[in-house]
């Protein structure tokens, strides 16, 4: 039973370039949530989505950050043109049902803007 | 803003010592957890406590919580090299799904 796959695991952009992150829930699992951990810090929530809907994107930066869940496929977080600040670990965990408390973290995706 | 903060920020004991650390938050939770995160690696769930519970076990480690403080610590008793890791508590509200981590204290286990 695979965890939590996030990829890829180490991204490096341009700044100005997209960066596309994503992330495939456990099996069974149909709630994804996406937190970012800039250098140093701890983790902080981004968003969390449903399939098909997002139901909590409080956490998201107003402009160039986007995420989806599909009804088929992996989530995907995507940062358009991205910047130097953006560059952190974004780390995917999922549920099933809405139970974010016991959700499983992925290993996380390191992105690197240069 | 950020719900927890953790003291120390970095803490570096002998192998075989005990390892304290600690979290403090600012609203009520429903529950609270620790993270242990090596590094650049992903989290480890280590252990859960209810707002309802004071303590928990988990083989080397004991977790408090007091409510009235908005307070809870992490115990590693008898620590070990491979404990060397980040540790973060993280918080949740009744009805929220997200978790609210706090900075993180950076243990060391000097050999």
Known sequence: NAGVMQNPRHLVRRRGQEARLRCSPMKGHSHVYWYRQLPEEGLKFMVYLQKENIIDESGMPKERFSAEFPKEG????RIQQV???DSAAYFCASSWGDRGVEAFFGQGTRLTVV | SQQGEEDPQALSIQEGENATMNCSYKTSINNLQWY???SG???VHLIL???NEREKHSGRLRVTLDTSKKSSS???TASRAADTASYFCATDRQGAQ???FGQG???TINP
Request: hydrophobic share 45%; aromatic share 0%.
């Open chain 2, 41 to 43: 690696r992903g989290l």
């Open chain 1, 74 to 77: 992996p989530s995907i977080l």
């Open chain 2, 98 to 100: 997200k978790l609210v």
């Open chain 2, 49 to 51: 406590i209810r707002s």
């Open chain 2, 105 to 107: 204290t950076r243990l």
């Open chain 2, 36 to 38: 242990r995160q090596n």
């Open chain 2, 74 to 76: 992490l115990l590693i």
């Open chain 1, 83 to 85: 910047v130097r600040g």
